[in-house]
C-alpha cells in the first residue's frame, strides 16, 4: 500500500495512537493524541509515557502498569484508562494496544486509544496541519516512517478500512477482514453495505454521503453489523476523513469487536429488573402487613355496627334515623377500605410509560399505605410537598423507592429508644431541578457505611434481616428510570449525629 496513504491515514485517524520501543520509550505519538493529551510529539519522544499522562503512575510502578505488563507478555490488550492531561486534566480512555513486529520479531508497542463517550477527534484541518507540522521533519527518517505506517496497518489488533466516496472498499487491513470472516479480497471493491443490516442501509447510505460533504459530523459509538454467513455482531466504530490524496475524500474506518461487552451488559439489564422484580414481590408482603394493619381498625368497627344493628332490629328499636346513621357509617368505612386496595393496585400496575406527574401525588400514595403502621410503631409521619411541583418519569417506580426510605426509616427506630420518633418529607425546587428530602430521628448510619450504603448486596441490618438490594434498587430506578440520583448524608447537631437524611434529586425537565 502506498506510503503516502499509510503517512496521510496516520495523520488523519481520530484515534490517539502512540508507540514505545522495547525499553518503553515513545517513538511515535500522532496528531490526535496530541490534540487529546496536549503534548506535542516532541516534548515525549524518548520519554516513557506512564510516567508522564498514566494516571495511576504515582500509586503503579511501571511493572504494575496493565500496558507495559501487556507488552512485556507479548500480549495485546484492551481495557479502560485514566490518561492524564498536560493541562492536568484527567480523562477515562479506551485502550487497544498491541505488539509491534518487524519479520516476526517485536520491536515495540502500538497503543491505539480514544475517551470514552466523546466526540471523534481529529477532525479539525488546523489542529491536524499544526501537529504534522512537528512530525519526521528530517529526510533521513522517511524510510523507518514508512516501515513503522505499514506494520500499524498490519499488524493493529483495530479492524482498519478505507471507502471511496460510492461507499466502496479500496483498502482494509487484517484485523477488518478478520472481524467480519471475510478475506481482504472478498471486500475490496465491494459496497460497505455488505456489512450492514439491510433495515439500517438507507440510513448508513445518507450518513456516508453526508458525512464525506461535511454535512454531518462522525459517528463515533456501538454499531451492530454483519459478519459472512448473517450473523450479527456489536462493533465500536469511528469515522474519520482522508481528503488530500488522488481519488480523495476517502472515509476511513476503524472498528473493534464489542459483542460480549453488549451481551454482559443485556444480562446485566435482565439481572437488575429481575432484581426489581423480587424485590417488588418482597415489598408486596410488606405492604400487605400494612394494609392488614389498615384494615384491622374499619373492620372491628364495622363489626360492631353490624351487630348493633341486628340488636335494635331485633329488639324493635331500630329508627330511621339510626338505620341511615348506621348505614353512612358502613359507607364510609368501605370507602376507606377500597382506597386502600386502589392505592396497592396503583403502586403494582405494570406501566412503563413515562410522564410528568405530581411529586406530592407519589408521596401520598406511598404514605397512605404505611401511615397506619408508622403510628402503631409510635413513629410520627410529617410531609410539605408543594401541590405544584412535578417530576417526569414513572410514577409507581418512584412510590416504590419512598415506600424503601420510610421502610428504611422505620427499621431504623426499631433497635433503639428514641422519643419522639420522627420521619419528614420535604421537597424543594431550585436551578438544578426538584429535590425530595426523607429525614428520620434515629440516630444516623455509621459514617464508614455511608460509601457503600447503595451496593447490591449490602445491608447496615445484618444478614438475617436485610437483602442489601433495597436502597440498589432505589438508586438504580432514579438513575435509569428518572435521570436522577439518590443520596444520603447524616443529620448532626453540635458535633452529635441525630438521623440520616437520604436526598432524591430529579433533574430539570
Not at 62 to 84: H, M, N, P, R
Not at 170 to 196: C, D, M, Q, T, W
Not at 402 to 420: G, R, Y
Request: charged letters at 25%; a negative charge.
Amino acid at each position: 500500500m502506498p506510503s503516502k496513504f499509510l503517512k496521510q491515514f496516520y495523520d488523519s485517524m481520530s484515534e490517539g495512537l502512540y508507540a514505545f520501543d522495547s525499553d518503553g520509550k515513545i517513538t511515535h505519538f500522532n496528531p490526535a493524541a496530541q490534540t487529546i493529551l496536549g503534548y506535542s510529539e516532541e516534548e515525549l519522544l524518548g520519554k516513557i509515557g506512564h510516567f508522564i499522562f498514566h494516571a495511576h503512575h504515582e500509586k503503579k510502578g511501571l511493572l504494575q502498569c496493565s500496558i507495559y505488563k501487556a507488552f512485556l507478555q507479548d500480549k495485546t490488550y484492551a481495557g479502560e484508562e485514566v490518561f492524564l492531561t498536560k493541562d492536568g486534566r484527567w480523562i477515562d480512555v479506551f485502550v487497544r494496544a498491541n505488539p509491534l513486529l518487524e519479520e516476526g520479531c517485536k520491536q515495540g508497542y502500538i497503543v491505539f486509544f480514544w475517551p470514552i463517550a466523546t466526540p471523534a477527534l481529529g477532525e479539525s484541518d488546523a489542529d491536524l496541519s499544526c501537529a504534522h507540522s512537528l512530525l519526521f521533519q528530517e529526510e533521513g527518517d522517511q524510510k523507518e516512517s514508512e516501515a513503522f505506517y505499514e506494520q500499524i496497518f498490519a499488524t493493529a489488533n483495530l479492524g482498519i478500512a478505507l471507502l471511496d466516496q460510492e461507499g466502496r472498499f479500496v483498502a482494509l487491513n487484517p484485523a477488518f477482514a478478520k472481524l467480519y470472516g471475510y478475506s481482504e479480497a472478498e471486500l475490496i471493491g465491494r459496497h460497505f453495505h455488505l456489512l450492514v443490516p439491510e433495515e439500517l442501509r438507507d440510513e448508513s447510505e445518507l450518513h456516508h454521503n453526508a458525512f464525506l460533504s461535511h454535512r454531518e459530523t462522525a459517528h463515533d459509538g456501538e454499531m451492530e453489523l454483519v459478519r459472512k454467513g448473517g450473523k450479527r455482531i456489536d462493533v465500536y466504530a469511528t469515522e474519520g476523513l482522508l481528503e488530500h490524496i488522488v481519488g480523495g475524500p476517502y472515509k476511513i474506518m476503524t472498528v473493534f469487536d464489542v459483542t460480549e461487552m453488549v451481551e454482559s451488559r443485556r444480562l446485566q439489564k435482565a439481572q437488575e429488573a429481575m432484581l426489581v422484580q423480587q424485590h417488588k414481590l418482597a415489598a408486596m408482603g410488606e405492604i400487605i402487613g400494612h394494609i392488614a394493619h389498615q384494615w384491622r381498625q374499619p373492620l372491628n368497627v364495622l363489626n360492631l355496627t353490624t351487630f348493633d344493628l341486628r340488636c335494635k332490629h331485633a329488639l324493635g328499636a331500630l329508627s330511621d334515623e339510626k338505620f341511615h346513621s348506621a348505614f353512612d357509617t358502613i359507607e364510609s368505612l368501605t370507602e376507606q377500605m377500597s382506597s386502600t386496595i386502589n392505592d396497592f393496585m396503583d403502586f403494582y400496575k405494570p406501566n412503563k410509560e413515562k410522564k410528568a406527574f405530581k411529586l406530592h401525588e407519589a408521596v401520598r400514595y406511598a404514605t397512605n399505605i404505611t401511615a397506619i403502621q408508622l403510628r402503631n410503631e409510635g413513629i410520627a409521619l410529617s410531609h410539605n410537598i408543594d401541590e405544584t411541583v412535578e417530576v417526569y418519569g414513572l410514577a409507581n417506580e418512584l412510590q416504590q423507592v419512598i415506600l424503601n426510605l420510610l421502610s428504611n426509616a422505620k427499621d431504623a427506630f426499631s433497635t433503639k429508644e428514641i422519643e419522639p420518633k420522627q420521619i419528614c418529607l420535604v421537597a424543594w425546587r431550585n436551578e438544578e431541578g426538584v429535590h425530595l428530602c426523607v429525614e428520620d430521628n434515629a440516630g444516623g448510619i455509621e459514617e464508614s457505611l455511608l460509601e457503600r450504603i447503595f451496593e447490591p448486596y449490602f445491608s447496615t441490618k445484618g444478614k438475617m434481616q436485610g437483602s442489601g438490594i433495597g436502597l440498589y434498587i432505589c438508586s438504580m430506578i432514579m438513575n435509569e428510570s428518572f435521570g436522577g440520583s439518590i443520596r444520603v448524608e447524616n443529620i448532626t447537631h453540635e458535633e452529635r449525629t441525630i438521623g440520616a437524611r437520604f436526598i432524591v434529586a430529579f433533574p430539570r425537565p
